[in-house]
């Protein structure tokens, strides 16, 4: 999920805060107890012929899969954009929510890593504070494990089978696919928001880059066409 989905800006109540932490505290749970079936190869083949979500999650990174707007029929990508974008027209298809916070087995697009060790403790400690008690291994997928998930579920793809490719983001199987083990997938949101790591924060998928202005950390205060290969047609509009 980008980085512009911010679900509110002003402090919780305590009941809200109560809810937010029961919320991550059954999300944790979830990730002690993956007792999840896997599809199958069968399953998989069956969904992939009458899933209509199932394709457009390809490559997402891939940037001759969408026309580039114009700079004039482009929008702004605000926070309201991102939100209606993102968890409900991703990749400019109906209901469909956060493709790029999910896995199919043949597409490996973003939910993955190098995720740094500092953001790791950082985020264990950011659980425990809630008082909830996570490890290491309910966060990430280091080298051992991943490389067993990779020959087992994505045709070994050489990504699984690199060493600096870890540690990654947790992930469990949702259906068809695998999702990151922290995105909500009724509702398409992350649920460690502040806490996501800058993987996640810079994130910005072809389908983005080619339709909307966005804002970029070296230009906070404008709304940038993003360069997706042809640097001359990369323009900058003030907001
Ligand atoms: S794939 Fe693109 S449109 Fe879909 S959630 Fe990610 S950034 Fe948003
Ligand atoms: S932490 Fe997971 S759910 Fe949250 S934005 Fe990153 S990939 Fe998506």
């Not at 891939?62 to 968890?87: G, I, M, Y």
Request: charge should be positive; glycine fraction near 4%; charged fraction near 30%.
């Amino acid at each position: 999920m980008p980085p512009n989905i911010k679900p509110t800006t002003r402090s919780l109540t305590p009941e809200e805060l109560e809810k937010l932490v029961k919320s991550a505290a059954s999300s944790v749970s979830a990730i002690k107890n993956i007792k999840q079936p896997l599809p199958s190869k069968e399953e998989v083949a069956e969904e992939k012929k009458s899933a209509k979500f199932y394709l457009p999650v390809l490559r997402l990174n891939d940037p001759t899969q969408w026309d580039s707007k114009p700079l004039s029929e482009r929008k702004h990508f605000t926070n309201e954009v991102a939100k209606a974008t993102c968890v409900g027209k991703c990749c400019g298809y109906d209901g469909l929510k956060a493709g790029c916070c999910q896995l199919d087995p043949e597409d490996i697009e973003h939910v993955l890593g190098p995720l740094d060790e500092e953001w790791i403790k950082k985020t264990i400690k950011w659980f425990r504070k809630k008082g909830i008690n996570v490890t290491r291994h309910d966060i990430v997928i280091d080298f051992e494990e991943g490389r067993l998930i990779g020959q087992a579920h994505f045709n070994n793809h050489p990504v699984f089978l690199q060493k600096d490719s870890y540690p990654i983001l947790r992930i469990q199987a949702s259906g068809i696919r695998f999702s990151c083990k922290f995105l909500n997938v009724s509702n398409g949101m992350c649920t460690i928001y502040e806490q996501r790591p800058d993987m996640c924060k810079d994130y910005y998928c072809s389908y983005v880059k080619s339709n909307f202005l966005v804002r970029t950390k070296n230009h906070p205060n404008t709304y940038k066409k993003i360069d997706i290969g042809n640097k001359e047609e990369e323009k900058e509009e003030k907001e």
